[in-house]
């Protein structure tokens, strides 16, 4: 995709690298609600650590690192969507979906690799599916996707006969139980597919058409910049962390369900917004993401070890989303 | 503001549901029987309510993905309150007051601290729905008051009050919506909020009436979900909102603002309700309903883009983006 995508810009001219670095540069300048965040829940990090002897135990931060790593995957490509002025209400239900594949895959004895290519393989359907109608067909992307979480959720009920799986061959669950150095695989994979991503967004000229497109997808299209093809490389890459999102939570669960990636969408798309990343697009930053997702699962660990009600912890979480967007708000300025 | 060709979307969506008629009368002509019309009108009673509601909203240049748990709150106090031998006259009131203060919390959050509305009410959900399983304990209240028994119960050859109340309240949104003048505000203010201000419509007034006027009308529906489920829980109606807002698109309504009808929210439920009910009727299993559903939003989708594909030429695009 990059080499179409560079042979068109090269037509103009344009000195790409630079400009790219200099656009984002500014658009970050601005953003101080990250800052906020991870200030608001180092002290609760302080409280939570005085009050709790477990808290800073090496223990509790191995079992936060696990749900983190597959919400953060999913928050990742949701950020991809976000910033190119979207979003994607079926990343559950594409979870989902892949992860039932993976269970009938095992199903039916495959091997390991082939296991998880089938899983991937759904995730990325599901993703390219989304992308041809938001990208190729111009459709609005709030309603694209609620309609395919619709009939992919149901896509999954149906494949599964509405069944758990279980009885995964070792070679998926080693997800679950290697580590390297005390530190979780699956975060490992997380922090590596984050630098990835990293680079996606700041150094090649598909990041700078994400940003662009989200900014204003008009100019970018009079630009002469691929939108079609930025779209749905987006939801592409949504779909594909999700397929691996669903790999991870089968590896971690031991069972597969249609209903296994449900809370996830809702969860990615409040890291992104709690990372400062505004919700009309056109800008995006992978450690503003990370900062958001590990508020939320550090608070809701943090709250648990208080003995705080597991409801009270989700109106705890929900009220962080609002004062953090709330005061980001007044930080910038933010008048009409 | 309205174009020549407004209706162009109901048209489509008539002739859909004529093509799904006439699939019926062949399949299962038993649909039309007078016992099974009644219970489709019966399903489309509450999620009408509530469509109308959410209409509002998104005429605005909104969404509002908390209505699940406002429904879930309110049905939940008023049963909770019911069963505590309060009188039906105390309870409904207190109910709609409920309704109508969650809206109002939302729509403070839009309009004082410009919060974007999924932002908003991605956050109220969250919130509302933890406070509500926290007071009930994730406990059900599986008896309710007699009185709410007797709203739920059938009669009128088949029909309750929730059908009488959705046919009023429609009436009431109609006119409203197109007769007076801050009805007619919300049309503008969703179009374009800038330009609406430039005519001396308040910036916060819309935002106020739509997402209050949502929370009452889910506290209405909430009347009817309490009554015909019989028994209610804090994680009911969990995911409703989406049904709702899927309901209001396919009817036409433009999730920018500004533009969708009664009408086609009207045919919008009527289609999802009746494509519920049919496949219950060929016996087809409940996920093969959610990929049906699914397909027929994105056909509802593709249609009512096909229909802004002929209003809006790339330039204007370029001038309102």
């Known amino acids: ?141 709030i309603l694209v996707t609620l309609g395919s979480m619709i009939l992919v959720s149901g896509i999954a009920l149906a494949i599964s006969d509405g069944n758990s799986f279980a009885g995964f061959p070792d070679g998926l669950l080693w997800w679950n139980d290697a ?131 597991p409801f009270v912890q989700h109106a705890l979480t929900s009220v962080l989303l609002l004062v953090a967007v709330a005061v980001g708000n007044l930080l910038r300025g933010n008048r009409r | 503001v309205k174009s020549s060709g407004f209706y162009r979307h109901e048209m489509k969506l008539a002739s859909l549901l004529l093509v799904l008629g006439i699939a019926l009368a062949i399949a299962a002509p038993r649909f039309f029987s007078s016992v099974n019309l009644a219970l489709l009108a019966r399903s489309m009673g509450v999620l009408l309510i509530v469509s109308v509601g959410m209409l509002n909203v998104i005429l605005s240049g909104g969404i509002d993905v908390s209505a699940g748990a406002i429904l879930a709150v309110v049905s939940v106090v008023l049963v909770r309150l019911g069963n505590h031998g309060l009188p039906a006259s105390t309870v409904l009131p207190l109910g709609l007051l409920t309704g109508a203060a969650l ?100 910036p916060r007034q819309p935002i106020y009436l739509a997402y209050v006027s949502l929370g009452m009308l889910t506290a209405i529906g909430a009347v009817f979900y309490a009554a015909q489920l019989g028994a209610v829980q804090g994680n009911a109606a969990n995911g409703y909102e989406l049904t709702v807002i899927a309901a209001v698109v396919l009817g036409g309504a433009d999730i920018l603002g500004g533009r969708g009808s009664l009408l086609g929210t009207f045919l919008g439920v009527l289609l999802l309700c009746s494509l519920e009910q049919a496949l219950v009727l060929l016996h087809v299993a409940t996920f093969w309903q959610n990929i049906a559903t699914g397909a027929i939003v994105l056909l509802g989708v593709i249609l009512s883009a096909t229909a802004r594909l002929h209003r809006t030429l790339p330039l204007q695009q370029s001038l309102s983006a």
């Open chain 1, 1 to 141: 995709m990059n080499s179409s995508s560079s042979a068109t810009l090269d037509k103009f001219g344009h000195s790409t690298p630079k400009f790219n670095k200099r656009m984002m540069g500014l658009r970050q300048s601005g953003n101080l609600q990250p800052s906020v965040v991870v200030l608001l829940v180092l002290f609760f990090c302080i409280y939570a650590g005085y009050r709790s002897g477990d808290f800073w135990s090496a223990l509790n931060w191995q079992l936060l690192a696990q749900p983190l790593a597959e919400a953060g995957l999913v928050s990742l490509g949701m950020m991809f969507v976000i910033a190119s002025g979207g979003i994607d209400l079926s990343a559950g239900a594409i979870i989902g979906v892949a992860a039932v594949t993976a269970g009938i895959a095992a199903h039916h004895n495959l091997p390991v690799p082939a296991i998880e290519a089938a899983a991937l393989a759904a995730g990325l359907l599901c993703g390219a599916f989304n992308g041809i109608l938001i990208g190729v067909f111009r459709l609005s992307s």
């Open chain 1, 179 to 309: 580590a390297l150095l005390g530190i979780p695989l699956e975060f490992l994979l997380f922090l590596a597919t984050a630098a990835v991503a990293a680079v996606l967004l700041r150094y090649t000229l598909w990041g700078h058409y994400v940003i662009a497109v989200g900014s204003n997808r008009v100019a970018a299209r009079y630009s002469g910049y691929p939108v079609a093809l930025t779209l749905f490389g987006v939801y592409a890459l949504q779909g594909l962390l999700c397929g691996m999102t669903g790999i991870l939570l089968v590896a971690r669960l031991a069972s597969a369900r249609a209903d296994v990636g449900q809370g996830l969408m809702l969860m990615a798309i409040a890291a992104v917004v709690l990372g400062g990343a505004p919700i009309t697009g056109g800008s995006a930053s992978v450690i503003a993401t990370l900062a958001g997702v590990a508020a939320f699962y550090v608070v809701q660990d943090g709250l648990l070890l208080l003995d705080v009600s």
């Open chain 2, 103 to 202: 809206g109002a919390v939302n729509a403070a959050l839009i309009a004082e601290l410009r919060i974007p509305p999924i932002v908003a009410t991605l956050g109220t959900a969250g919130l509302f729905r933890g406070l509500l399983l926290e007071w009930t304990q994730g406990e059900w209240e599986s008896s309710i008051p007699a009185w709410l028994n007797a709203v739920g119960s059938p009669r009128w050859g088949g029909l309750d009050a929730s059908v009488l109340a959705a046919a009023l309240l429609m009436l009431a949104a109609a006119c409203v919506l197109h007769r007076t003048q801050i009805g007619r505000s919300l049309f503008r203010f969703g179009d374009s909020p800038v330009a609406a201000a430039r005519t001396g419509i308040s």
